[in-house]
């Protein structure tokens, strides 16, 4: 697991880097907000769904919100990089009206690409990348009962976020866009500090999002 860890916070470290060069260069930047709603649960690790250990019988969905803010830098009229900030509410619904919390700031850096032309008002988006989360707070809810379970997870997440959607520009003579997005974020470790049936769960989190972003220096 450190193996991976260190991977991801060098990949991390790297796209920060190129992310600073590059601004620096004849490519634009923007910066933006976006928010959304997400439905999240547990997986394993190996792909599955996970049932059993602390999530109890069935593993079911849990709504919850996403939000935060980011910076975006097109290296030409298809490619651009983009670093994010949000603040992630994350978990399952075990049993009915039960639920375990898991909220997250994370940090996802991903490469997009983009369809068609720079000048084309509307345009399509595939983007890929790793992010990292920070747990902030974990607690259960069952029968109207919260208990605090932070110290039982691991306080860092690490994945692979993967999603799709469109920029729409406000009107032809700006820059500023409409941003509309669904991704997945695929767990890549562990969620529990235990070694019994707990472990080996991992987050799963797919969201819908919308985001405004204006240039910066134009």
């Known amino acids: 697991m450190m193996k991976l860890q260190q991977f991801v916070l060098i990949a991390i470290a790297f796209v920060l880097i190129s992310f600073q060069a590059y601004s620096q260069e004849s490519g634009t930047v923007s910066l933006g907000l976006r ?25 079911s969905y849990k709504a919850g919100i996403n939000f935060g803010a980011f910076g975006m830098y097109s290296v030409d009229e298809h490619w651009a990089f983009t670093a994010e900030v949000n603040y992630s509410q994350k978990g399952n619904s075990p049993i009915i009206r039960g639920f375990n919390n898991l909220n997250y700031l994370e940090v996802p850096l991903y490469i997009n690409y983009f369809f068609g032309q720079g000048g084309d008002r509307f345009r399509p988006k595939a983007f890929l ?4 989360g920070i747990l902030m707070t974990a607690n259960t809810k069952f029968g109207g009962v919260k208990t605090d379970v932070k110290g039982t997870y691991n306080p860092t997440d690490f994945g692979v976020l993967a999603g799709g959607g469109f920029h729409y520009k406000f009107n032809e003579a700006g820059d500023n866009w409409l941003i509309f997005d669904v991704r997945y974020g695929f767990g890549l470790s562990d969620l529990s500090k235990s070694a019994a049936a707990t472990s080996g769960l991992a987050n799963r989190a797919l969201s819908i999002n919308l985001g405004v972003s204006f240039p910066l220096g134009n």
């Open 129 to 132: 990348g790793p992010y990292l």
């Open 35 to 59: 928010g959304g709603i997400t439905a999240s649960n547990f997986g394993t690790r190996s792909g599955g769904s996970a049932t059993g250990g602390s999530v109890g019988g069935a593993n």
